[in-house]
């Protein structure tokens, strides 16, 4: 040993050993920030079981949650044992569940005793059962109430000590995130940017606060901020970008699952693309056939879109039709399974809807029904009275005459109660005169508005070569019904069901004949059953459709569907028929003949399965699925390659004679292994340490300590290189043996988060 040496040996010999360690309490100001960090995250995270069931239990669950956490802050700042703050918290949790459950066997009303545990097994037997069979969004029953309440408050118990006693807060925020998107799985929709949003703030809240503040000692900019960041991305990633794209099986009976949902719009391309093959409801008629159900019409049109019509708050009672023809009345009982929409399907001409529960208002123009006030048609059931007119062909055709001059129909709404001028209205655009040409020269010689109206649609259907498609160019804005999609349509001659409903709209109105659109069902399909002598159909969620109407004076709004190879075309029958049967439609009514719905949407081609048989190997699904788990294990794997990396990059390092790379690595393998690091230590008394209280090897040790010593005093070294990258490989087999171990801190390295620091004395 030199000289040198000598006094530098004895000095570190003769530091004194560490002094008696207390666990180690955050700064109040950071205990704090953490807290109500867990608990905003924790709330955003259960915020979307709403879709699910009605939010009555919200706030409750917010108040259990807020008790919970600050019943711990409260106890940690009081500076007792960690222990005793997790107890607590955990005895608030007992005590705010028991309050909310209300039971009479509670000890003061406060404590749970035997027979509240007891009677455990039945209150999760009531809240199985309307999971199983309720439709979303549920109305929760008290035990339901009590368990999703009772749940909050433990899920922000469990994540506040996986963040603060477990230092992961990379594991609880995968907690948040499941929660978080599992609901929307069930239900889908829109994904919740805005929850998103504020669940990712609280995410990289946590984390930050974790690293920053609640570690004083460790390395502050880059690794805080990077490792936040990435937390946060990696929220918004799971949480908008791959849940959407999980693959779920097709919903069969009740339950809170899948939904279809349908807005009053005509953007149907992406829904028609990807329609929902799940039932959306049953039917119960007397009808001899399933009627269309409207969903609501569009009479107002700007040129660029169609607006759907308003509504008047108002009693469900309509008028009763006034028309010269005669009419059928109806009874029509709907039940709605998965459809998650502000409208109530209707048959038309209704005058009364009966049982539908909510805030619902009706349109006496259009004899629709539409929601307020957060109402939904889920699990509605209810009862609509309708007239069915049945004018014969004789009684269309003497009405509206046709004119001369380039309009050759003329109407005034004066005094005609169901209809305004919109119904009339068309834009003063250039292109509306090219759309006329082609609707004269389609109705022909047409002498009266019924013969032009079936010549337009029959026209649509085979004369003018058009074609039923879903591949529509919507990247030259094709896929939508503005006068200038209609002008393209035209010019093609192939769209889907919203292009020649609102060409065809367009084109009568061009004429001088009032039209509008409706969007709304197709017949359901026959299940066979009879119910109190009137037949079911049920109707899925891909019978979505489109179709116009048009005013005949005196008769009233009449429906026609000149969408190619869906239904049949509108032809009424004729007085002179046996029994008034129509020559080809339906029975004596102006109603589009609905065809037996499987032959109908087997030639629409835009469903995968039109008739709920069995599915056969669709190879898109699996490379969905396959794509959505490659990119879950890249995410979750993002750590253990950082940590490998980082490994590999230092054992090169020190196999160089680098010190410091390889005491960094010491400390990152020591805390790996669950064991904290404290600055403070002299490199003497952190080797003897390990060897006391982890077994490590003192041999492997020495050599470590020396070259930091050495690198430390004096100038750098090469000749110790191999033996420090073997001394790293003795002290990772020991601390990190293979197996479980090795495997959990691959997995989950608590080194990439958490940092050497001095141990608070």
Not at 91 to 117: F, K, N, Q, R, Y
Not at 252 to 260: A, L, N, Q
């Amino acid at each position: 040993m030199s000289v040198a040496e000598a006094p530098l040996r004895e000095l570190l010999e003769a530091a004194p050993g560490p002094a008696p360690k207390r666990t180690w309490a955050p700064r109040p100001s950071g205990d704090l920030a953490l807290t109500l960090g867990v608990g905003a995250a924790t709330i955003t995270a259960v915020f979307p079981i709403t879709r699910l069931i009605a939010p009555s239990w919200l706030l409750a669950a917010t108040l259990v949650t807020a008790l919970v956490l600050l019943t711990g802050w409260a106890l940690r700042r009081s500076s007792l044992p960690a222990g005793i703050a997790v107890a607590g918290e955990a005895l608030a949790w007992v005590v705010c569940s028991t309050v909310a459950l209300g039971h009479e066997d509670a000890l003061l009303g406060i404590l749970p005793t035997v027979g509240v545990i007891e009677d455990l097994p039945r209150l999760f037997g009531i809240v199985g059962n309307e999971i199983v069979e309720g439709v979303a969004p549920v109305t929760p029953s008290h035990e339901f109430w009590f368990v999703l309440v009772a749940a909050t408050g433990l899920l922000a118990l469990l994540v506040g000590l996986v963040v603060r006693a477990a230092h992961l807060p990379l594991l609880g925020a995968a907690i948040l995130i499941i929660v978080f998107t599992i609901p929307q799985l069930a239900v889908p929709g829109d994904p919740d940017l805005v929850g998103a949003v504020i669940l990712t703030a609280a995410i990289l809240w946590i984390v930050r606060t974790e690293i920053r503040v609640r570690r004083p000692g460790m390395e502050m900019g880059p690794v805080a901020s990077t490792w936040a960041t990435v937390m946060g991305v990696g929220s918004i990633v799971v949480a908008l970008i791959l849940t959407p794209l999980v693959p779920l099986s097709d919903a069969v009976g009740g339950g809170i699952g899948r939904t279809s949902s349908i807005t009053a719009s005509l953007d149907l391309g992406d829904d028609l693309r990807r329609p929902e093959d799940v039932e959306v409801l049953r039917v119960h008629t007397d009808a001899p056939r399933a009627p269309y159900l409207r969903v609501a019409t569009l009479t107002r049109f700007d040129g660029r879109q169609w607006a759907p019509d308003g509504t008047t708050r108002g009693s469900l009672d309509f008028a009763s039709v006034e028309s010269t023809a005669p009419v059928e009345e109806r009874t029509t009982s709907i039940e709605i399974t998965r459809l998650t929409s502000e409208y109530l399907p209707v048959p038309y001409p209704a005058t009364k809807v009966a049982g539908a529960t909510g805030a619902w208002s009706a349109n006496r123009l259009n004899r629709t029904v539409v929601g307020s006030s957060g109402t939904n048609s889920l699990g509605q059931r209810y009862l609509v009275t309708s007239q069915e007119m049945q004018p014969t062909r004789e009684q269309a055709r003497e009405v509206m005459p046709r004119g001369g001059g380039d309009i050759p129909f003329s109407f005034s709404v004066r005094g005609v109660p169901e209809i305004t001028n919109e119904a009339l209205t068309l834009p003063e655009v250039d292109t509306v005169a090219g759309i006329r040409a082609a609707a004269l020269e389609a109705i022909g010689e047409a002498g009266n508005a019924y013969d032009a109206l079936v010549a337009l649609q029959s026209w649509f259907r085979t004369d003018g070569d058009f074609e039923y498609s879903l591949e529509a160019p919507v990247e030259e804005g094709f896929d939508g019904s503005g006068i200038e999609a209609i002008s393209r349509f035209l010019e093609v001659r192939s769209g889907y069901c919203v292009h020649f409903a609102s060409t065809f709209a367009v084109m009568a109105r061009s004429l001088g004949i009032p039209a509008r659109v409706v969007v709304g069902y197709l017949p359901g399909e026959d299940t066979g059953e009879d119910i109190d002598d009137q037949s079911v159909y049920t109707v899925l969620g891909s019978q979505l459709h489109a179709w116009p109407e048009a005013y005949l004076e005196g008769i009233g709004w009449v429906p026609f569907d000149p969408t190619k190879s869906l239904g049949r075309p509108t032809l009424l029958s004729s007085a002179a028929d046996s029994a008034g049967a129509p020559t080809d439609g339906p029975d004596a009514t102006a109603a589009p003949t609905p065809v037996p719905t499987r032959t109908a949407l087997e030639d629409r081609g835009d469903i995968d399965n039109p008739t709920g048989a069995a599915r056969g190997f669709d190879p898109t699904v699996l490379l969905r699925t396959l794509a959505i788990v490659l990119g879950a294990l890249v995410l979750l794997s993002i750590p253990a390659v950082l940590r490998a990396v980082r490994w590999r990059s230092r054992l090169v390092a020190a196999s160089r004679g680098h010190a410091v790379a390889a005491w960094r690595e010491l400390q990152d393998l020591v805390i790996d292994a669950g064991s904290a690091v404290d600055e403070s230590e002299s490199p003497r008394v952190f080797a003897a340490r390990l060897t006391r209280e982890r077994g490590v090897p003192a041999a492997a040790l020495d050599v470590l300590v020396a070259a930091i010593e050495r690198a430390s005093f004096a100038p750098p070294s090469t000749d110790a290189g191999p033996d420090l990258a073997r001394s790293l490989r003795t002290v990772r087999r020991v601390l990190l043996p293979a197996g479980r171990d090795r495997l959990r801190a691959s997995l989950m390295p608590r080194s990439l988060l958490i940092r050497p620091r001095v141990v608070e004395r």
